[in-house]
Structures are given as C-alpha cells and as structure tokens.
C-alpha cells in the first residue's frame, strides 16, 4: 500500500503559534465556554510554566505552539515524557508523585490555564466539556501508546523516523522546494532525551537520514523531509500516525 500525504490549501497551526483557520487542527475546537473562562498565558521559547495555579490543581489546554512535559524522578532520572501540542491537555495530577515535573514553551504560543475544580463545575453544567477533555486525553493516550512502543522495541532509525513523521503530520506545510516543511520543537538533548537515545547516537542518526537526501535542515529549527513515502515506510508505526491524524497530515500549504 502507497503512502501518501494529501495536500491541502489553508494556513497551518505551526509551532510558532501563527495565526490559522482553527486552533486545534489534530481534534476538535476548544469550546468557547471554556475558553471564556480560561486565562490566557503567552508563551515565548524556554519558557517554563508552573504545574498549580496558587497552589491549586490546574487544567491547561494548548491553544497554538507547543510545549514539552519532563519529569525528574529520584537520582536526577530525569525524562522527556511529552509533546503538547494545539488541542491537547493536561492536568496537574498527570504528574507521577514525589518527581519534579516541569512544563516548558519550546516554541512560542498561547495556552490556556483555569483551576482543576472550575473546569469541573463548568463540565457539570456543561457535558460538552466533559467531552471535549475525554476526547483529548484519549487521542493524547493514543499517541503516547506509540511513543513508548517505539522506544521500548523500535530500533534508533524506526524511533527517529517515528519523530519526524509525527511532527510532519502534525504540523507539516508543502515547502515551496517540494517535500514537507517542518520545526524542530526539542533542542538534540531534549530530543535524544524523548527518543531513548544517547546524543551521539541520534546525531550518526540524522546525519545518516541527511547522507540518504531524505532529510535536510533549510535552518538549525527547521526540518525538510523530501520524500514522505520514503520516511513513512522507516516506521513501523506509520499506519498508526497517520490513521491518529486523518484529514490533518503534513502537506498543508505555507
């Protein structure tokens, strides 16, 4: 079976937060009764955003850009656990217990923040955002399910073709170049980090995707994939991503 990604004609959601025709292209709209009463935080790369609101569980839900979750266990075990991207949520509680977790901005953005308690008062009234929260945090489990089955059994090539194609789905443009346009969210620590790897390794990694011509790097946070048959068939979970995804896959045009 051919693998091919559709082309579509409308502003992508990147991950720099740019302006586009909906806010959470991978699921449905955050609803307006929520949003209203949400605060609004501007985020700005590096940023790092407190997990509780005064102390209180918070519910944030990503609104544009992107943000990564870590948690540091005991001994300075320290993992990349998560991407967020627009649509997606996350609760205060998501984080295992006696670990520092951290929430961090890798690209600059908007998200939005209310207290845990609120969120359910509001749902209680409102089953709508009962729903919309359950439908997230499925499609969130989802992908998590083929993040840890790519680190735990994909060898370094399937883990970071397994990467690449997800950011290409999620927030891919058609480049005027040809190929698919895309960036970088993590720094190579925090992406070695996410995937497993060892730096050293990720770097023979890329630098053999780039040998290949699959891969190039128009700038150090942007990605280009110039052949995404190719990409998808180096992962064996690409039917997965690109079923998850459906009508959102990469091909979107600048």
């Known amino acids: 079976m051919v693998m091919t990604s559709s082309l579509k004609t409308r502003n992508p959601t990147g991950l720099t937060g740019a302006a586009s025709d909906r806010t959470a292209p991978a699921g449905e709209a955050i609803p307006a009764a929520l949003a209203a009463h949400a605060a609004i935080v501007r985020t700005r790369r590096g940023q790092t955003i407190s997990l509780t609101l005064e ?17 540091t266990l005991p001994e300075d075990l320290r993992q990349v656990v998560g991407l967020l ?34 969120f359910l ?7 709508e955002l009962g729903r919309f929260f359950d439908d997230a945090a499925a499609r969130q489990t989802a992908r998590r399910s083929i993040h840890m089955a790519a680190v735990g059994r994909f060898d370094c090539q399937q883990r970071v ?33 996410y995937l497993g790897l060892n730096a050293d390794t990720l770097s023979r990694t890329m630098s053999r995707l780039r040998a290949s011509g699959l891969l190039s790097h128009p700038d150090r946070r942007r990605a280009l994939i110039r052949d995404f048959e190719a990409l998808a068939a180096r992962t064996p979970a690409a039917k997965s991503l690109m079923a998850l995804y459906g009508d959102t896959r990469a091909g979107r045009s600048r």
């Open 161 to 193: 073709a397994t990467f690449l194609l997800e950011l290409a789905l999620r927030t891919g443009v058609a480049a005027p170049c040809g190929g698919i346009e895309f960036e970088m969210p993590l720094s190579r620590t925090d992406m070695a980090d």
């Open 55 to 71: 102390g209180n569980e918070a519910l944030f839900i990503v609104q544009s850009g992107a943000l990564m979750v870590d948690v």
């Open 85 to 118: 991207y627009p649509g997606d949520v996350l609760r205060s509680d998501f984080a295992p217990p006696h670990a520092a977790a951290h929430l961090s901005a890798v690209s600059a953005g908007e998200v939005l923040r209310l207290r845990w308690s609120n």
């Open 121 to 127: 008062a509001l749902a209680a009234d409102d089953p």
